[in-house]
């Protein structure tokens, strides 16, 4: 048996989402379109309460960047003229 939930909320208890019910499957899928958007923070998460509710948990942020070297062998090579032929 699928658990189906028709209403998603905000750890605080605001409401993230009201309709139709939907699988934890599909929860996860709109919470990562979400992210993509940047509707909510990168690092997110859905959870099943005491009370059997989902809940969206903002985690923190990732940061922006990360100071480390790229290895040799993972940097891209660029060419600007590859692929053309003259």
Same mark, same amino acid.
């Given at each position: 048996? &699928?658990?189906?939930?028709? !209403?998603?909320?905000? =750890?605080?208890? %605001? =409401?993230?989402? !009201?309709? &139709?019910?939907? $699988? *934890?499957a599909d929860a996860q899928i709109m919470l990562n379109d979400d992210i993509l958007r940047r &509707?909510? %923070?990168?690092? =997110? ?8 509710? *989902?809940?969206?948990?903002?985690? +923190? =942020? *990732?940061?922006?960047?990360? $100071?480390? @070297?790229? +290895? @040799?062998?993972? $940097?891209? &090579?660029?060419? @600007?003229?590859?692929? %053309?032929?003259?």
């Open positions: 048996m &699928t658990n189906a939930f028709s !209403q998603i909320s905000h =750890a605080d208890g %605001r =409401a993230y989402y !009201q309709g &139709t019910p939907l $699988s *934890l &509707t909510v %923070r990168v690092g =997110a998460y859905l959870r099943v309460d005491d009370a059997g509710r *989902l809940v969206l948990v903002n985690g +923190p =942020a *990732l940061r922006r960047s990360i $100071s480390r @070297p790229v +290895p @040799p062998n993972l $940097s891209p &090579t660029f060419t @600007p003229r590859a692929g %053309r032929q003259e």
